[in-house]
């Protein structure tokens, strides 16, 4: 007999299951699949974002694929809050465990082979020819390049509106440096610690940080003093997340000064160690790095400001026909000294690289926070040249990296990349799945 591997009941849910599919939970409540969620090759539960009704109600988050219902607890979730957002769990056989969420919650289980779904020789198959898993997998055929590129482009600017909009409600409310500021900061935290970083963006406001860049006498003096609120705020200082390190080995004379500094600055405002995901995050996105990155940026743009040097930058750059180099140099940064060569405290790392915010993460925070920023700053500014001037860079702007989601949607769609060629239509996918799929919206979407 061929063992079953999780991997096959993976295939049974993808290969079976599709938009309006009727199911029934081993508590007997039918379920029907509204959307069937992204499969997550990261971290979390297996399929994201799904969307599904039951209980006469819709519920949107994640669907976590298991053989056996008892290998929830088995894998440790029920003490994972990355779970907490499973709305059904999917199983081959039901052993009667209860799946259990880390906030106390309970979450219905799913048999596969109590609905009928089938398994041969390890692999799953339909009981009848597999329909599409949504209704715009084949809606594209009849539709000419023209007509996908205009859906695409559309969508792209109504995600370029919704987050200019975001800003001008941040703009009534809060400096716009700091609205700036808070911007940046979120998307140097990924999605995994984007809440941790706005957090400290809240407890260490831009203000403090140009305050301490203004009294430094050199950069780098600047810099240490940055670090040292940046790192000691966020609860990331060694001492602070009980470890210690060697001092005798030079560069982690580093570790020491930094540690003394902040005895001196602690205020009560740090944050907790156990707020951020450390674990299971790339090495070159590690949020100490990322911290750092923005330490070397306030002290860049120290004479002028964050928000003037990098606004001025989108305003130069209109000027000199297309520069895209000169916005991303603009937040390019390569470290020297301890965290050219570390990602983290410890012993050193011949693999870590001293460029600590790069090309793609530089590109990334153009597109999603400085461009739709400077248009509502511009706008309510009384600036209507550079908020035309600024929609026209990012309506121009090249195509930045794929991610998960665009790799997604561009599969789901099947749209190639001839016609995703721009961040704007990079974009466009985007706000189709986060309006459209993941609402369970498919009758609004003109595919």
């Not at 740090?270 to 070397?296: F, Q």
């Not at 470290?335 to 793609?360: E, M, R």
């Not at 997604?408 to 466009?428: D, E, K, P, Y």
Request: aromatic fraction near 8%; glycine fraction near 8%; charged fraction near 20%.
């Amino acid at each position: 007999m061929i063992k079953l591997l999780e991997k096959d009941v993976v295939a049974a849910w993808q290969s079976q299951v599709q938009n309006g599919t009727v199911l029934t939970t081993e508590q007997g409540e039918p379920v029907e699949i509204v959307y069937p969620g992204r499969h997550n090759d990261g971290w979390g539960a297996d399929f994201q974002d799904a969307v599904i009704a039951t209980g006469g109600r819709l519920k949107k988050g994640d669907i976590e694929v298991h053989v056996r219902s008892s290998d929830w607890k088995l894998h440790r979730h029920h003490l994972d809050p990355a779970y907490n957002r499973v709305v059904l769990h999917v199983v081959w056989h039901d052993d009667e465990i209860t799946t259990s969420l880390c906030d106390g919650s309970t979450v219905p289980v799913l048999a596969l082979n109590a609905n009928k779904l089938a398994l041969v020789e390890g692999r799953s198959t339909a009981l009848h020819p597999p329909a599409p898993p949504t209704p715009c997998a084949g809606g594209i055929s009849g539709k000419t390049a023209e007509v996908l590129a205009d859906f695409l482009d559309q969508a792209g600017d109504e995600r370029f509106l919704a987050k200019a909009t975001g800003f001008q409600t941040d703009l009534m409310q809060i400096s716009a440096s700091q609205s700036l500021y808070r911007g940046m900061m979120g998307a140097l935290g990924y999605s995994r610690n984007k809440g941790p970083f706005l957090e400290l963006a809240e407890r260490l406001p831009l203000a403090t940080l140009e305050a301490v860049a203004s009294e430094a006498t050199s950069d780098e003096e600047c810099l240490v003093q940055l670090q040292v609120r940046l790192l000691g705020t966020a609860g990331l200082l060694p001492a602070q997340r009980g470890s210690t390190y060697r001092q005798d080995i030079p560069a982690h004379r580093y570790v020491k000064s930094i540690e003394r500094l902040w005895s001196l600055y602690c205020d009560g405002r740090e944050m907790s160690s156990n707020v951020w995901h450390l674990s299971c995050t790339r090495p070159y996105n590690s949020p100490l790095r990322r911290l750092v990155a923005m330490s070397y940026l306030v002290t860049r743009y120290r004479n002028e400001g964050l928000m003037s040097g990098l606004c001025s930058n989108c305003a130069g750059f209109f000027v000199s026909c297309r520069d895209w180099h000169r916005l991303e140099e603009g937040l390019i940064v390569t470290a020297d000294g301890y965290w050219a060569c570390h990602f983290d405290f410890g012993v050193d790392n011949q693999t870590a690289s001293p460029t600590i915010l790069g090309k793609g993460r530089a590109s990334d925070i153009i597109v999603n926070v400085l461009l739709p920023f400077t248009y509502a700053w511009s706008k309510s500014d009384g600036r209507p040249e550079l908020a035309i001037a600024v929609r026209d860079i990012y309506r121009q702007y090249p195509k930045l990296s794929d991610n998960a989601l665009v790799r997604h949607m561009m599969s789901q769609l099947g749209i190639g990349r001839r016609i995703v060629n721009s961040a704007r239509r990079q974009q466009g996918l985007l706000h189709i799945y986060q309006t459209l799929c993941t609402q369970g919206c498919c009758d609004r979407c003109c595919l």
